[in-house]
């Protein structure tokens, strides 16, 4: 019930009550039982289905016959993403301390034009600086007249409209439980580790959320750089139908005491004041400091 609860949380805080939860989910287990069936090898029938997800059969057919609930939400990396990415691991692009530095909207490299038709040629560079301003990844600045765009460094989640954060949400949080479930499943292990501390104060959560945003920086940063050098290298590959997630995350709170137990109550001693109804007491065996 751990994992449920800060999601049913979620889906309060944004208006989608209990009826609503239940009627997504039920698409979920049928998807997820006929993805299970066809492991197993077993005929995808409507009967099938409704035993092993659970569903009323009326409701497996009326979801066979609805194309928008087999809709699935793989998309690809977006361009502003894959701009912001190539900023990252790009020499060109660092300034002394090896961060993405500001750089000329126009001209040849490096400038932000320049970066953009590195990554497309689908989609105007204008187009994607507008959607990188938008969600909150650069600023515009003046500097001598010229227009330089200045990227956000400390951006670790995209400032955008709350169903483009959600989603991006729902990515993230769906990758990491699918890799936790395959660990358990006693496939190959998957890498899903994690730190744990308690009793620390909240100059020390402070101290330790810090290092771990260096840390994300530095790793992302090798990350995105080989990523990129796969990219390129598998361009031309058949089999390059792949994809990956590598993340992390920081979370700390403090901690309330475990309430007490409540006291038992009281039972009435044996003997006159002792209530209709109730039960009184027995008599405490005699022990070595009792008076003989």
Known sequence: MRVQAPLCRLLLDSGIDYKQAVLALKQVFLRQAQELMAGRGAPDTDSGLSVVSGVHRKDVHAWRNDPAAHA??????????????????????????????AVPRLGPAPSFEALVRACTSDVHPYSVLQEMVRIGLVEMALRKGVEYVVPRNDVFVPAGEPAQWLELFGLNLADHASTAVRNLGGEAPRLEQSVFADGLSQASMQRLGELSRDLWARAREAMVAEAIRCLESD????????????????????????????????TPRAGRGARAGRRASLPRPPSSEDPS
């Open 72 to 101: 699935r939400s793989r998309a690809p990396m977006s361009t502003s993403s894959q701009v912001f990415a190539r900023w990252a691991v790009s020499a060109g692009y660092h300034d002394r301390r090896r961060r993405p530095k």
């Open 235 to 266: 361009a031309a590959r058949p089999d390059a139908n792949g994809r990956m997630r590598f993340g992390a995350y920081y979370w700390s709170e403090e901690q309330q005491p475990a309430p007490s137990a409540p006291a038992a109550p009281e």
